[in-house]
Nanobody, 124 residues
């Protein structure tokens, strides 16, 4: 069974940092694009960041550019999201996602596997 399990969420003050991890199991995603989305209460799901299978083709949503950094370790089948200078507007459930197509470069428009989400709350 394929699973994406996020961890690292929590409560942090504005200006602080958190590092999210997404551990994949059941299959390797070393040949697949992976990324992060988030959803705040009452809002639509929002694209956060994406990274190609190779570690290239990195893209970010406009609201997190310059503050968040996505990375991956294919040997560990794990995806990361370093979040710095957090703002109350970053409060949301953060979801890890993966594209099922091999050699894919992005999940922004094609995410086929999803994690259960991890809550990030930023207090002012």
């Amino acid at each position: 069974q394929v699973q994406l399990v996020e961890s690292g969420g929590g409560l942090v003050q504005a200006g602080g940092s958190l590092r999210l991890s997404c551990a994949a199991s059941g299959r390797t995603f070393s040949r697949n694009a992976m990324g992060w989305f988030r959803q705040a209460p009452g809002k639509e799901r929002e694209f956060v960041a994406s990274i190609a299978w190779s570690g290239g083709s990195i893209s970010y949503g406009d609201s997190v550019k310059g503050r968040f950094t996505i990375s991956r370790d294919n040997a560990k089948n794990t995806l990361y999201l370093q979040m710095n200078t957090l703002e109350p507007g970053d409060t949301a459930v953060y979801y890890c996602a993966a594209n099922s197509n091999s050699w894919s470069s992005s999940v922004k428009s094609s995410a086929d596997y999803w994690g259960q989400g991890t809550q990030v709350t930023v207090s002012s």
